[in-house]
């Protein structure tokens, strides 16, 4: 039995956001629980048959478009470049920025075999051209500064529209954890990219 409850505890530990410890208090918890299992079958079931990401952007949908990049009233001039789902999130649920997200579901990172060919570029390409600002909204991070300036690179010759979010993004700040205020600050003061 132990080595079974270790193997589940593992499997969990392998999702973002549970450490060891914290896999293990949820499997004790359902264990102790089973109301509990239920509800989570449930939350399951409902992510499985309803959501997906977005054709265009990446972010989550109920179809295959999500309801922003359908959206007509969003600026469509506008591609806020965020790592992950997350990120685009927590900035669309600040109601500070109204154009579109691109998601490139990860960050370049050599040591963990995330190249930039793992990530969505191609179809952010897609997606630009001269009339588009590419706002780069990465985490300030060796990683998300490795990335914004590949990104800069790739766009520069498709728009000369570049720009990054700027004050109130602390060194090693992830955009997950940053106030709304901080986030405003950090949107509104954007500069032109410069290489």
Same mark, same amino acid.
């Given at each position: ?17 549970? =450490?060891?410890? &914290? ?5 004790? @918890?359902?264990?102790? *629980? +089973?109301? #509990? $299992? ?22 989550? =949908?109920?179809? &295959? ?5 359908? @959206?007509?009233?969003? *600026? +469509?001039? #506008? $591609? ?37 060919? +793992? ?77």
């Amino acid at each position: 039995m132990e080595n079974k409850i270790d193997e589940l505890i593992a499997q969990l530990n392998k999702t973002k956001g549970f =450490s060891r410890k &914290n896999a293990e208090r949820f499997i004790f @918890d359902l264990i102790g *629980n +089973k109301a #509990k $299992i239920k509800d989570f079958k449930d939350i399951i079931n409902y992510i499985d048959n309803n959501f997906a990401e977005c054709e265009i952007c990446f972010y989550l =949908s109920e179809n &295959n478009v999500c309801p922003i990049c359908s @959206d007509n009233s969003r *600026n +469509k001039n #506008k $591609i806020l470049v965020v790592s992950s789902i997350p990120d685009a999130h927590t900035i669309e649920r600040s109601n500070l920025y109204n154009g579109l997200y691109h998601v490139l579901k990860g960050e370049i990172n050599i040591n963990k075999n995330q190249t930039p060919d +793992k990530l969505t570029l191609e179809n952010l390409l897609q997606r630009i051209d001269k009339e588009k600002e590419v706002i780069l909204a990465l985490n300030s991070t060796f990683e998300g500064e490795v990335t914004a300036n590949f990104v800069a690179q790739l766009v520069k010759n498709q728009t000369d529209k570049v720009s990054r979010i700027a004050k109130g993004m602390p060194v090693g700040g992830m955009l997950d954890y940053i106030d709304n205020l901080t986030l405003k600050s950090a949107i509104n003061n954007r500069e032109k990219y410069e290489d």
